[in-house]
């Protein structure tokens, strides 16, 4: 203790530069942090010696997200010194629960899929799998999320502002990035042809470092950001000139690669940017990786012997043609010598069957800004083609599995091109696998049918329940021991208990807390009060039309005019809870979010229903804010449209903690249902095949069709009920429904408000419903992402785990 109190004061002394009496709450979270990451730094250069020294694989996971969230208790959980350094900080004074929340999320990430790249990493320490996790070190993230009269604003998210006490900066790790100029034709020494690029541009990738720690601090893996910097920070003849903006112009557009997460892409500068982006952080990567094996095991042939490359969607699928460049023009490869290397070393996961998210970049762009690599994603469409072409030609087929998209315009489509360069691709839930097979990559999966493959998503535990949830850990601790904190399948020992009067009391007394903690949250956020002793209806996610934040409040507004047509009739107290962001030019997400707030106003103002439903929308969502969300919730919402959600990890997170799924039968909510049983889990609405077969024929219910139930919600909205100052306000969600109801909205409310009043039911036979949730905590050990990583590693990566 006195060793880890001294270590704090020589890093508020000697590295932030005051004392005791002076500091401030950020002096001493940054002491803190710095004692804390020099505990790290010898367990991490031991981790990479004796990779080394071994000759181990390593996996390098590229990815554009990494949702990491506050560092300082993730850290000090998995090196189990969170008690030690609380008590060497109290005998200074110091609170180390308000250090915690000093701390920033780091902006590196939007939803699942950042969230799961950061469980992965963790993981992968834990299980001691020697890996790089790469990405961009975002200055200002995604954005900060701001409700204003009910409206999602967007203003950039500072994380940096005061500096990341975690991070190494690596100013001699850099890499050349170049963008545009010309590709030409040269004669190589052995008088082969060779291309050579000459960029236009060159953007300089420098690299930062954060340790990811294992649990008990048994291996540190490395989460390696590049930032971007111009070759000339200032053009001093222009600023001498008195140009002083234009000198820095050059400067300015190199790091806005860096600046934002997902910036618009609504128009070409936009999209241009993206496109930038996604080249930028994959090239040094591939850069950063090869120079690696160069050093420490000389010849790039036997790059697939000692590297795993695991391609995070599509974001770096431009990893293909970039190897291929560097292996045939920089290192002088032969083509089919380099493919050989590229196709074994190279593996991809696929995250949607949205057609937005399946990426496709015009070629007229990537012919301005990479034209090397079009030219060698011609080649590799070419040679995939070429036996198709042998004889009678299926027009249809070759359009289909061309890596170039000429209907309406000529594009390259990045799953095409990251599935034929990949050893293995893989779906991230059984359903969703299935659906790959069948849809998107139907004809790929017939001339490659060994390629695609399952991994089914999974969560750390020691962050969403050990960490997240330190009162249910505890009670789990005490119950089944200390083998729970290190085999998640420990948890099953919890089915003895599922039945036992004393045990509920207790797990239902834990929820009751973290239930009065999120409260308090509410009211520091809202103003507004919401009862520990009501129903928490929990539904956090990224704003969209297909994950069906808007069929939730349709059945709010049922619900609330109900209860107003019977007051007297006992109703189970219900609060709803919504948190996500919408991207910032997707109308139809704010608008959802305006009236999730514009209906929370006018039932939470109502009297006759107070007691009864509030409705809260929780601004700004981010890893924080779930870590308080998720202990507290009693009903997870995963109602997404049949077919369309991959996996989620949220329903896994929540059920984790025992909140109930009501959920449609779509991504992991199907295995969630086959470990924690049918009747532990609220399956409503139509199924995949369902959904498609609806879309075939009518694609829609006919209004004539809806239940009066379902027209009397929707005519409260018509009317301006929640929108007096403007009536048709809502007007733009009202007419999809009518028109198209592409997410089957209107198709599932029927069964969703059965479903709901199923939900009321078992809530109240208090016995029957904490069964059902301590049996969800119980089975739900498979959707560990440590059983995740070490499939990844046993059938993809070929790396050994611990």
Known sequence: MLVLRNAILAKLTYAVGTTPAHAKDRDWFVATALAVRDRIVDRWASSHGADGQAGRKHVYYLSLEFLIGRL???????????????????????????????????????????????????????????????????????????????????????????????????????????????????????????????????????????????????????????????????????????????????????????????????????????????????????????ARHIRLHGDLATLPDYAALQLNDTHPAIAVAELMRLLIDEHRFHWEDAWAITTKTLNYTNHTLLPEALERWPVSLLERVLPRHLQIIYQINWLHLEPLTRGEIDVDLVKSLSVIDESGGRYVRMGHLAFIGANKVNGVSALHTQLMRQTVFRDLHAVYPTRIVNKTNGITFRRWLHQANPRLSALLVDELGEEVLDQPDALLGLEKLADDQAFQNLFRKQRAAAKADLAKVVAELLGETISPDALFDVQIKRIHEYKRQLLNILEAIALYSAIRAEPERHWVPRVKILAGKAAASYHQAKLIIKLANDVAKVINSDPLVAGRLKVVFLPNYNVSLAEAIVPAADLSEQISTAGMEASGTGNMKLALNGALTIGTLDGANVEIRECVGAENIFIFGLTAQEVEARRRSTAHQEPDAWSARLRGALELIRVGTFSPDEPHRFDPLLHALAVDDLFMV????????????QVDDLWQSPSAWWRASILNTARVAWFSSDRTIREYAEEIWRVPVQ
Not at 186 to 204: K, M, N
Not at 748 to 753: L, Q, R
């Open 746 to 757: 209107t198709a599932d409310f029927d069964a969703y408000w059965a479903a709901q009043r």
């Open 72 to 290: 300082l208790s993730d850290t000090l959980h998995n090196l189990r010194l969170t008690e030690p350094v609380r008590e060497a900080l109290a005998g200074l004074g110091v609170d180390l629960d308000e250090l915690r929340s000093i701390e920033p999320d780091a902006a590196l990430g939007n939803g699942g899929l950042g969230r799961l790249a950061a469980c992965f990493m963790e993981s992968m320490a834990s299980l001691e799998v020697p890996a790089y996790g790469y990405g961009i070190r975002y200055e200002h993230g995604l954005f900060r999320q701001i409700i204003l009269d009910g409206r999602q604003y967007e203003q950039p998210e500072d994380w940096l502002c005061q500096g990341n006490p975690w991070e190494f900066e690596r100013s001699d790790v850099i890499h050349p990035v170049g963008f545009g100029g010309t590709s030409e034709e040269v004669q190589a020494p052995d008088g082969s042809r060779a291309f050579v690029w000459i960029p236009a541009e060159t953007v300089q990738a420098v690299a930062y470092d954060t340790p990811i720690v294992g649990w008990r601090g048994r291996h540190v893996n490395a989460l390696r950001l590049w930032s971007a910097r111009a070759t000339e920070c200032l053009l001093l003849d222009a600023f001498n000139m008195g140009d002083h903006v234009g000198a820095l112009a050059s400067r300015t557009r190199v790091e806005a690669i860096s600046r934002v997460l997902y910036p618009g892409d609504t128009t070409d500068a936009g999209r241009e940017l993206r496109l930038r982006q996604e080249f930028f952080f994959t090239s040094a990567s591939l850069q950063d990786l090869l």
